[in-house]
């Protein structure tokens, strides 16, 4: 604990470490927004997507269905299951639909343009659709006694509808490497499974049950992916593949990599803080006075370790959450809208790892940086090396064939910016918490390095 002590005592007495975290904060913060200006969708087409599978029965009139999502297959964080009312269930037809997602929370969705969020969880989930006259308006409850509305949409639909249940599951892309050397992208189709109980209609409807495939998935490899619907014993069961959604130009971009973006400029700062907290008595001498104090030197280490790292997640937290707030009006103006684009809830478990993810690997490349400091010794040389491990790769594999690429981005240490991968894409290179621990593993074998160093020469 004094280590500690004596440690945050001599980082708090040196201004240029407040001014490299409030620089860090800054330009993670100036820089998300920027590259959110620079980053537009244009729209030539107005396609919409309409894929599901629908199990529905006729509505007359204003009435209200109210159905429990029991469970659903979590293929995906943007898998969806919920109930809908459609003018038809032909494809393109409109809709409201109210879903519940495994990433995302309750979503109410409408006509191919409306995003409402409701709560952050995943299924179970009690949901319910209520029509009047032209308003539909969409209530969830997590045990069906007490509702919450998400929202209420417009929809100028005829007096018979079609309302039931849907389930269906976006489609990814895949990237095929050639043996000549060509790559090409496909699409891969997916189903998700979600069942269904204490389904009822207010007031009761006549007529039976119908399942559509609305806009079936075409083969892929020669296999023809298919929904299905059965019910037994009041539980419903649906199977669907595809989505419900605006085809856009950059309809399948990972918008929160984008919101925080600016995190490889502000590491820029962190890099040379890191460095400086080990190096900087180094050059004046007093490394010899830390040590007389606190002879066991590993203890050292990590009590530098500790507080550098948590004021780097401090500074990095509080500028991810600027970021998060700051970006997304920035890229909703330029074509970034719902549904394709739907507005995230800082509290759903995607868009909290990505915001607490980015804000760990400035902590965590702040402490590789002082790892690496410590093995140098010398500043120039230091930072040089660190921004070489860190930066470098990342810019040399640009210029790569792309097999080379990936495995590069797999390897370095900003594999760690997978964290805030909330997408499925088929140039991502590794998967977030994978590619979180390839960073955290860098910077245990940099300080392990530093500890045996410490040990085995003078100060």
């Known amino acids: 604990m004094s280590a500690l002590r004596g440690e945050w005592a001599k980082f708090r007495s040196v201004r240029t470490t407040a001014f490299c975290l409030v620089l860090a904060a800054g330009m993670m913060v100036l820089f998300s927004a920027l590259l959110a200006f620079g980053s537009t969708i244009d729209d030539p087409c107005p396609c ?47 809709y409201a639909a109210l879903m519940v997602t495994p990433g995302h929370g309750v979503h109410l969705q409408a006509n191919f343009t409306t995003d409402i969020a409701g709560s952050s969880g995943p299924a179970p989930r009690w949901l319910k659709l209520t029509r009047a006259g032209a308003t539909i308006t969409g209530f969830e409850s997590s045990d069906g006694t007490t509702w919450q509305q998400v929202g209420a949409v417009s929809l100028a639909l005829p007096r018979m509808v079609r309302t039931g249940l849907f389930a269906n599951s976006p489609t990814t892309k895949t990237r095929t490497i050639r043996h000549a050397g060509s790559t090409t992208t496909g699409p891969e189709y997916r189903t998700s499974t979600a069942t269904f109980d204490r389904v009822g209609f207010e007031p009761a409807q006549p007529g039976s049950w119908t399942a ?3 806009g ?37 971009n990972d918008m929160l990599p984008q919101m925080l973006g600016g995190v490889l400029v502000a590491l820029i700062a962190l890099v040379p803080l890191g460095v400086v907290f080990i190096t900087s008595e180094y050059a004046r001498g007093t490394i010899r006075t830390t040590f007389t ?24 937290l509080v500028a991810t959450v600027v970021s998060f707030y700051l970006t997304y009006p920035i890229l909703h103006g330029n074509g970034y809208k719902a549904p394709s684009y739907p507005q995230p809830s800082l509290w759903t478990p995607l868009s909290l790892r990505a915001v607490l993810g980015t804000a760990l690997v400035m902590a965590i490349v702040a402490v590789l940086s002082l790892g690496i400091g410590t093995l140098v010794r010398r500043t120039a040389a230091a930072v040089t090396v660190v921004i070489a491990v860190v930066v470098l790769p990342r810019i040399i594999g640009a210029f790569l064939p792309v097999p080379v690429e990936l495995w590069i981005n797999r390897i370095t240490p900003l594999a760690g910016l997978s964290i805030q991968q909330t997408r499925d894409r088929f140039d991502y290179a590794i998967g977030p918490w994978p590619g979180l621990a390839v960073l955290c593993a860098w910077a245990a074998a940099a300080l392990a390095l530093a500890w045996w160093s410490l040990r085995r020469r003078d100060a």
């Open 48 to 94: 919409n997507v309409d894929q599901a599978e629908f199990l529905h029965r006729p509505l007359a009139g204003d009435g209200t269905i109210v159905a429990r999502v029991a469970s659903q297959e979590a293929t995906g964080p943007w898998a969806k299951a919920g109930i809908m009312m459609k003018e038809s269930a032909e494809e393109g037809s409109p």
């Open 212 to 214: 559509t495939t609305i």
């Open 216 to 252: 079936a998935p075409r083969a892929v490899d020669d296999t023809l992916v298919q929904g299905t619907a059965t019910e037994a014993g009041g539980v419903f069961t649906v199977t669907g593949a595809g989505d419900v959604f605006r085809l856009v130009n950059g309809g399948d």
């Open 293 to 316: 104090v606190s002879p066991r030197r590993g203890r050292v280490l990590a009590a530098k370790a500790v507080v550098l790292g948590a004021a780097a997640f401090a500074a990095g």
